[in-house]
C-alpha cells in the first residue's frame, strides 16, 4: 500500500534560518503530492501541493519539488519567521472514483526562535 | 463565507456511550472525509463518502459509524464498540471530480474525550 515517511521532529530554528522538513513517499500508481500545515488547535491546511514528477509546489515561500526518482518532495524554505511554527504534514493522494485519498505522514512540528 | 463547520470543538462522553460529531460544508462539494488524528501520528481515514447516500470505509472504520442524507453534511458517530475512541477527529471536503491535485478543505476539529 501507499506511505509517507517524514523526519521526525521537534525541528528548531531560529528566525531566518535555511528551512528543509524531508518526505518521502511509496505508491503503486503516480500520486500526487501535499504539504499540509497545522497551527495548534486548528483543522490542517493546504500550504502547497504538485501532481506530477519535476512539479514544483510553492506558498507563502515554501517551496516543494516531486521528485520521481528518489520518490521524495521536501518542503524547503530559505528564511523561517516565527510565525511558520506549526506541525507540517506531507500527504500523497489516489483517486478513488471521484474522492481522493490522502495518506499521511506522521507530521514534523517546527519551533522558530526569535 | 465558504467553509466547513465542525461541532463542538470540545467533547466530553462517558465511556460505553456513543457520541455523533457533526461536519458541515457550504462549499457545495460532492466528496467528504473523517480523520483521526492522535499525537505523534499523522491521520487516518476513517469514512469517507463520494456523493449523498453513499460512503465507504476508510484505514479504520471499525467502532464508527456515518450517515450521508445531505450533500452538506457527513455526521460521524463514535459508538461503544471503538476501543480508545479519545482523539482529535479532522472533517474534510473536496470537489467530486476524479482529477489529480484535487485538495481536500479541512474543518477545525473537534477533540472527543472518553472519560
Known amino acids: 500500500g501507499n506511505s509517507v515517511t517524514q523526519m521526525e521532529g521537534p525541528v528548531t530554528l531560529s528566525e531566518e534560518a535555511f528551512l528543509t522538513i524531508n518526505c518521502t513517499y511509496t505508491?503503486?500508481?503516480?500520486?500526487?503530492l501535499f504539504w499540509y500545515v497545522q497551527y495548534p488547535g486548528e483543522g490542517l491546511q493546504l500550504l502547497l501541493k504538485?501532481?506530477?514528477?519535476?512539479d514544483k509546489g510553492s506558498n507563502k515561500g515554501f517551496e516543494a519539488t516531486y521528485r520521481k526518482e528518489t520518490t521524495s518532495f521536501h518542503l524547503e524554505k530559505g528564511s523561517v519567521q516565527v510565525s511558520d511554527s506549526a506541525v507540517y504534514f506531507c500527504?500523497?493522494?489516489?483517486?478513488?472514483?471521484?474522492?481522493?485519498?490522502?495518506?499521511f505522514g506522521t507530521g514534523t512540528r517546527l519551533q522558530v526562535t526569535l | 463565507d465558504g467553509g466547513i463547520t465542525q461541532s463542538p470543538k470540545y467533547l466530553f462522553r462517558k465511556e460505553g456511550q456513543n457520541v455523533t460529531l457533526s461536519c458541515e460544508q457550504n462549499?457545495?462539494?460532492?466528496?467528504m472525509y473523517w480523520y483521526r488524528q492522535d499525537p505523534g501520528q499523522g491521520l487516518r481515514l476513517i469514512y469517507y463518502?463520494?456523493?449523498?447516500?453513499?460512503?465507504q470505509k476508510g484505514d479504520i472504520a471499525e467502532g464508527y459509524s456515518v450517515s450521508r442524507e445531505k450533500k452538506e453534511s457527513f455526521p460521524l458517530t463514535v459508538t461503544s464498540a471503538q476501543k480508545n475512541p479519545t482523539a482529535f477527529y479532522l472533517c474534510?471536503?473536496?470537489?467530486?471530480?476524479?482529477?489529480?491535485?484535487?485538495?481536500?478543505?479541512f474543518g477545525p476539529g473537534t477533540r472527543l474525550t472518553v472519560l
Open positions: 462549499l457545495n462539494h460532492d466528496a
Open positions: 504538485a501532481t506530477k514528477a519535476d
Open positions: 505508491a503503486t500508481g503516480y500520486p500526487s
Open positions: 463518502s463520494q456523493i449523498v447516500n453513499d460512503f
Open positions: 500527504a500523497l493522494s489516489e483517486l478513488t472514483g471521484t474522492a481522493s485519498k490522502l495518506t
Open positions: 474534510a471536503s473536496s470537489w467530486g471530480l476524479a482529477i489529480k491535485g484535487n485538495e481536500q478543505f
